[in-house]
């Protein structure tokens, strides 16, 4: 269980990531503050946590099984063939109005969503060329989409990843702008209208238009995410945006890469008119006839307050501007990130360089230089990653979910209960009393009153899912009743095998025959909880972590005798409550918690030798986790972090939990020092300050038995090391399907260095055959809790890569 602010921390860094995520990959939102002066302020995370990378760039597939959702490739689909019926493969035929605008629609009928691809941007030249170009009836071009409820997801970023020779991608930019460019010569008004996601390549094509209009459809968002997968805008972004919204809101867009909504969106002078969605097309189609004719005039971006003039268009506030992006980009990223940077200098380059296409050039050099960096290899790899999961080959659900029941309103229960109303589910949440059902609403309706407050939730959309929720508890006669209809019971109780076992027992013996038990468990093996019950096969583990709200992992655990539809019971209705699932299998820790154990130790034995606990954490966010292991115990709660490792050192992993002291944690424990919660852990708690007693220290000093004097790189070693090894064995016993599985379970649930692609990817960059022989070291000097497990050796030894690419 995570303390809010790890939790935060954790989504913002995995989802750099998300959602992430939790919505920036800078952790911050450039802002006036009523001064006038530019500031940072801290992004809240958002719920659904999938959206940080799912937004970015190419189509993000609904969740289904891999049978369904398996994708057109070159030796299932024929090659295109222009009919009169269809003449082009990526848009609808062209419309051309009595008053002379041409209606250009967006349509690959292959994809659910439209994105930009190098191929489409070809197929545009020779429509433009063909009907438009040399056609003097038109007066006027509105593009638009064939798709009800998308504009452009994005810019294909296969079409990247292709290249070998990132190099290869500036002629073919240059190529793109060139085109964006010869658009203008025709000399008539260009209308973008917008219903549904434009984002990344999508709405660059709309910078580059005269007049944009977009719904006010729920669906309808307007970003630049690219940052989130290391790369900058590159078909003129960084130069258009700017001259929209201004310099100040444009970085705020493409450093955070944050959606915006239709309203913010029209009142920022990102797009010129909201419409209904019904009318979009006759009012983009009006909107081109009145520019046209005179009676419109094209957008010039929205006029600047005298505040904004005096930050932007005047070399000292810019200055001021620059200085305090570049020092709040540093803080929240550690340096570790290029692209936030790159932005900047793109940005400024074209400020520098106003006329002619230095500005562009510079751009798409800067694009090449991101592309070939691991840092953008290692987000894009997250990127497909996440879309990988939202697949699986379990076919359909046998009976459809509906009515999901939760079992405990503690925070994990009520956590458990409001994602899941909030994907419009009916949700039965029971305890023992009013009072503790009391407390679980409370918190609930605390979370989704912030959400109204922030604007990210509307008091319509609170009030239905607060009416999804029906409180039940013991004391009621009618809960029986309620159960008797539900098609999914998750238990969050407490850590007692007896105490399940009763519950899945007294579930069955009053939910329907097809209702499914999923436990929440973090440690207990599912296949004991089954054991005994009537329907085992219906029984399978959803390991949520808390906040449930904020994080963005659900690890799904089959035991042996769990049926298929089981699990794709589990996968859909988590998939629904926004969560990225990985299946784990069921052994002790399940995946993200065994790979936490000799972590932990390690963090025991760095202290015995003498690394002090301020230096530990920084240590460890140098590397890039989000927060270091010190404040991630305090956080948990020392004694949930101390029992999650004495249960692991009892379990099935040998040496790998030892050469460290848990008893470390036991004592504080008796001591009262429970962390954060008790206001004195490791660190001593006084409001936002937090400092390190005399009495912590004296104990500290105590426990240490050495002091070697480590380097900070010899003890993020010794830390990310026990943690990459535990991830490599469990790939060794099966407990995860694949490296794939592997880096997105750590980046998801632990925060593990999002630039860096997971452990897997980490190996991969730094060779594994380097990093066993590093292991070996610090075993021969340390003890064999460092031995590198047998699948390192062997991939050591044959050179071999976790990923392809």
Request: some cysteine; charged content about 25%.
């Amino acid at each position: 269980m995570l303390g809010r602010s790890v939790a935060s921390k954790i989504s913002n860094h995995s989802h750099v990531v998300r959602s992430i995520a939790k919505r920036n990959i800078c952790g911050a939102d450039l802002v006036n503050s009523k001064f006038g002066q530019v500031k940072y302020q801290r992004t809240h995370p958002s719920t659904s946590s999938v959206h940080l990378f799912s937004s970015v760039a190419i189509e993000n597939p609904e969740p289904s099984s891999s049978k369904s959702r398996a994708e057109p490739t070159a030796a299932t689909v024929a090659p295109f063939v222009s009919t009169a019926e269809r003449k082009y493969e990526f848009f609808q035929n062209v419309e051309v109005t009595n008053e002379g605008i041409a209606v250009i629609r967006f349509d690959n009928p292959s994809k659910k969503v439209n994105t930009i691809s190098f191929k489409v941007k070809d197929e545009a030249e020779k429509l433009w060329e063909t009907e438009i170009e040399k056609n003097p009836n038109i007066k006027g071009v509105v593009f638009s989409s064939g798709k009800p409820d998308g504009f452009i997801a994005g810019a294909d970023i296969f079409d990247i990843q292709s290249l070998e020779n990132k190099e290869e991608v500036v002629p073919l930019i240059e190529s793109a702008t060139d085109f964006f460019q010869g658009l203008k010569k025709k000399g008539v008004p260009l209308v973008c209208a917008i219903n549904g996601p434009a984002l990344g390549g999508g709405l660059e094509w709309a910078l580059w238009t005269d007049y944009i209009v977009c719904t006010d459809s729920p669906k309808t968002k307007l970003g630049l995410p690219e940052v989130k997968l290391g790369l900058l805008p590159g078909f003129g972004g960084t130069q258009n945006l700017p001259k929209r919204v201004g310099l100040q809101k444009a970085m705020d867009m493409m450093l955070t890469g944050k959606d915006i909504r239709p309203k913010q969106a029209k009142r920022m002078g990102l797009v010129d008119l909201v419409v209904a969605p019904q009318s979009l097309e006759a009012v983009a189609i009006e909107s081109a006839r009145k520019l046209a004719d005179g009676e419109l005039k094209k957008s010039r971006g929205k006029k600047k307050s005298m505040m904004d003039k005096l930050i932007e268009d005047n070399q000292f506030g810019r200055h001021f501007m620059w200085q305090k992006i570049d020092e709040m980009v540093k803080k929240n990223t550690n340096g570790k990130y290029p692209a936030p940077f790159a932005i900047i200098e793109a940005v400024k380059y074209g400020i520098e360089h106003p006329k002619g296409d230095k500005k562009l050039k510079f751009e798409r050099e800067s694009f090449a230089k991101l592309a070939a960096t691991k840092e953008s290899e290692a987000l894009i790899g997250i990127f497909d990653g996440m879309n990988q999961m939202k697949k699986h080959s379990y076919g359909d659900v046998a009976h459809p979910i509906e009515k999901v029941a939760v079992l405990g309103s503690g925070l994990m229960g009520s956590g458990i209960a409001q994602v899941t109303a909030e994907k419009g589910y009916e949700v039965l949440l029971k305890d023992r009393d009013d009072t503790s059902i009391a407390r679980g609403l409370s918190y609930i309706d605390e979370n989704w009153g912030k959400k109204v407050k922030r604007k990210r939730m509307t008091k319509f959309q609170y009030n239905i899912n607060s009416s999804n929720i029906v409180p039940l508890t013991d004391e009621m006669e009618s809960w029986k009743k309620h159960f008797g209809k539900a098609d999914m019971i998750v238990e969050a109780v407490f850590e007692d095998i007896n105490l399940k076992r009763k519950i899945v027992a007294e579930m069955e013996s009053v939910t329907p025959d097809h209702c499914i038990f999923a436990t929440n468990t973090s440690a207990i093996p599912i296949a004991d909880i089954a054991e005994g019950a009537s329907r085992p096969d219906q029984i399978i583990g959803m390991h949520y972590f808390s906040p449930v709200p904020q994080m963005p992992l659900l690890e799904i655990i089959p035991h042996e005798g769990t049926s298929d539809s089981t699990k794709a019971a589990a996968f859909q209705v988590g998939m629904k409550q926004g969560k990225t699932c990985i299946e784990v299998k069921d052994v002790p820790g399940f995946y993200v918690n065994r790979c936490l154990g000799p972590f932990l130790v390690e963090v025991s034995a760095l202290i015995r030798d003498g690394v002090g606990l301020k230096e530990l954490d920084k240590a460890a966010k140098n590397f890039g986790m989000p927060v270091g292991p010190i404040d991630l115990a305090d956080n948990v709660g020392v004694d949930v972090t101390s029992h999650v490792a004495k249960f692991l050192s009892n379990a099935d992993l040998g040496d790998r939990m030892t050469g460290g002291d848990v008893s470390l944690m036991e004592d504080m424990i008796a001591k009262g020092w429970l962390g954060k919660k008790a206001n004195q852990g490791f660190y001593t708690y006084n409001g936002k300050k937090k400092t390190i007693s005399p009495e912590v220290q004296a104990y500290i000093n105590n426990f240490k038995t050495r002091d070697l004097g480590l380097k900070e790189e010899e003890i993020q070693n010794r830390l990310i090391s026990r943690f990459v090894n535990e991830a490599a064995k469990c790939l060794e016993d099966e407990i995860i399907a694949d490296p794939v599985v592997g880096d997105i379970g750590l980046v998801f649930g632990t925060g593990f260095a999002p630039f860096r692609g997971g452990p897997f990817r980490y190996l991969d960059t730094v060779g594994v055959d380097q990093y066993v022989g590093m292991m070996n070291g610090f075993a021969d000097k340390y003890g064999p809790q460092f031995a590198p497990c047998q699948l390192l050796v062997d991939y050591a030894a044959s050179g071999k890569k976790f990923h392809l690419k």
